[in-house]
Each structure stands twice: as C-alpha cells, then as structure tokens.
C-alpha cells in the first residue's frame, strides 16, 4: 500500500493574516477559509470553514499585544485538534512573552513557560518560530522547535550595503552571542554595550566595550520595544567617532514614543522584519519579509527534508 503525505493548509490568526497571505502565496498555496464569531461581550470563536481531517495544518500567529491574540492561537489549535487534523504546527514568527524566561526576582511568573505548555495542551505537535529572546525556551516544549534565525535574511542585505570598515555591536551583554554570530560571518569586528536600567525599558547609563571610531556600525538584536536602547546607542557611538550606525532588529514591538525616539537619533536605519505589522511608515525603518524563510522552511517539513541548511548561525 502506498504511502502519501497529508495535505498541507495555511491559516491564520485574525492579526497575522497580512503575513500568512505572504506565506500562502510563496507556499504556492491558497490561504485556508476561516470564520471568527464574537460575542457582545468581547469573547470569540474561530472556526474552520473547510475540511482539515487527516492533514497538516499550519496556523500563522505571532503572539504580540493584545492577549487576544495567544488566545485566538489557542482556540484554533483545539479547533484543529478537534478536526481531526492529523499534524498540527504553530508557526509564532514573533513568540510572546518570551522575556519571561526565568526568576529574576521573587514571586514572579515564568510566563514563556507557560505559554509553551499552553500551546501544547491546546494540541500543537509542532513549534516554528523565528529569533527567540532566549534560545533556551526550546527547552520548555516537549514537542519539535523549529527556532529559526533571521540571519538569513540580513546577512544578504548586509552585505548588499558593501559597507567598509564594517563592526556588528550587541546593545546589551545578553544579545553578544548574536553580535558574535554575525561578526564571524561576515568576518568584522565587535562591540559590546554595557547599560544598567533604573527600571523595565529605562535606562541609568550605558558605555562602549570596544572603539568605534572610522568604524561603520550595525547594531544587532532580537526585538525594538521602546527603541530607548538603540537610540541611546546610536548617538553615543556617533560621538564616539562611528561613521555610521545602523540597527537590525528582527521584531518590531516599537510601543509607546518609539517611532519618535527612531527618527530623533542618529540611527541612519533601522532593518526589521514583518513579523509584528507596523504601526506606521517612518522614512528610517526598512522592512525585509520573513515570508520567503517561513513558507521554504514549512515546504521542507511538509516533505520530510532537513532544514538545517536554513541556519546561518
């Protein structure tokens, strides 16, 4: 008896559709039909507007603010399960709550955690999410990551900028494992940002590890919240001597006066990707879209093929 893989179907959270589209259609797929019921009093209900017995299903979702949007992931997942889906993958380009990775103080929730243990209870067989703030939260599933890096679609762009006296920079300690990353690739240097914050999102003071001066910078990090890190970045290494300061941050969470703090530095610009929409156009931010890098990576997991090619570093 032969054996014939289940069909795939694309569908996607009410806010992420915009990006689900994009993936469908480099997929070579349409996007799957579906419905969302809401209550008078705020609650909803998704539904499946087509068969998804016995196939894979791929729900497009990034989690970031409102709530909402964990929870629509989380009734489409059951629905699925409920529907005799036969593989069932969460696709989180952008992963929530993931700065919750630990206690780093007392009586406080490692919400990461619990997010994975919810998206598993509500019946995901399958996680693929891009960049996450800790690379240790894959350890808080019991069932398959795929952890992509947006590193494959920056360095080609990077490089596309054929930039002389080239230096990646971390803004913080934390994020010098990704700077290292992409230093070793394209075979520049790096600096490293030291800052001590009062509180969540501001900062007390901030030094360089590292000179600058003559140099080209890109600073490199997983997500902008409310773009104070960079900025205060930027314009301390533009009276360091740098050249130039650009950043790539792969999401783009920009809350509150980010956008103004953006345009009002000295960042020259600012790469992310459309894993979170924006909010609004600014002359100094650049979307590159991880469509491409979803739909190839779901393609070779559809068909059972190695994706270990797609990591750069």
């Known amino acids: ?10 569908f996607a959270c009410s806010q992420s559709v915009y990006l689900a589209e994009k993936i ?48 629509e992931l989380l009734l489409m997942i059951d629905a699925a399960k409920r529907a005799s889906a036969r593989h069932i993958t969460a696709v989180i380009p952008y992963f929530g709550w993931a700065r919750q990775d630990r206690k780093d103080k007392p009586r406080v929730p490692i919400g990461a955690k619990l997010v994975a243990k919810l998206l598993e209870t509500a019946g995901a067989t399958r996680i693929m999410t891009m960049d996450l703030h800790a690379d240790q939260i894959q350890g808080f599933f019991e069932k398959p990551v795929d952890h992509l890096f947006a590193s494959t679609i920056f360095l080609p762009y990077i490089e596309s900028l054929k930039l002389d006296n080239l230096m990646i920079a971390s803004p913080d300690m934390g994020g010098s494992k990704r700077a290292y990353a992409y230093s070793k ?20 003071t901030m030094e360089l590890i590292g000179e600058v001066k003559g140099k080209n910078v890109i600073l490199v990090d997983d997500m902008i919240d409310t773009g104070g890190t960079l900025a205060k970045a930027a314009d301390l290494m533009i009276e360091k001597g740098a050249l130039s300061v650009r950043a790539i941050c792969t999401h783009a969470i920009l809350s509150g006066d980010a956008y103004e703090k953006i345009e009002n530095s000295k960042l020259l ?22 469509a491409p890098l979803f739909a190839e990576v779901m393609h070779m997991v559809q068909h059972n093929n190695s994706i270990s090619g797609k990591f750069l570093m």
Request: aromatic share 8%; hydrophobic share 35%; glycine share 4%.
């Open 269 to 290: 610009e600012l790469i992310v990707t459309d894993s979170i929409p924006l909010k609004k156009e600014s002359k100094k931010i650049r979307v590159v879209s991880c």
């Open 185 to 204: 690739f394209l075979n520049s240097e790096v600096v490293i940002c030291y800052k001590q914050r009062k509180e969540a999102n501001v900062i007390a």
């Open 1 to 10: 008896m032969s054996h014939t893989e289940p069909e795939a179907k694309i």
């Open 24 to 71: 469908a259609a480099k997929y070579g797929i349409p996007l799957g039909k579906m419905t969302m019921s809401t209550y008078s009093d705020g609650e909803f209900q998704p539904s499946y507007e087509e068969s998804i017995r016995g196939l894979r299903v791929f729900i497009v979702c990034s989690t970031f603010p409102s709530a909402d949007n964990l929870m």
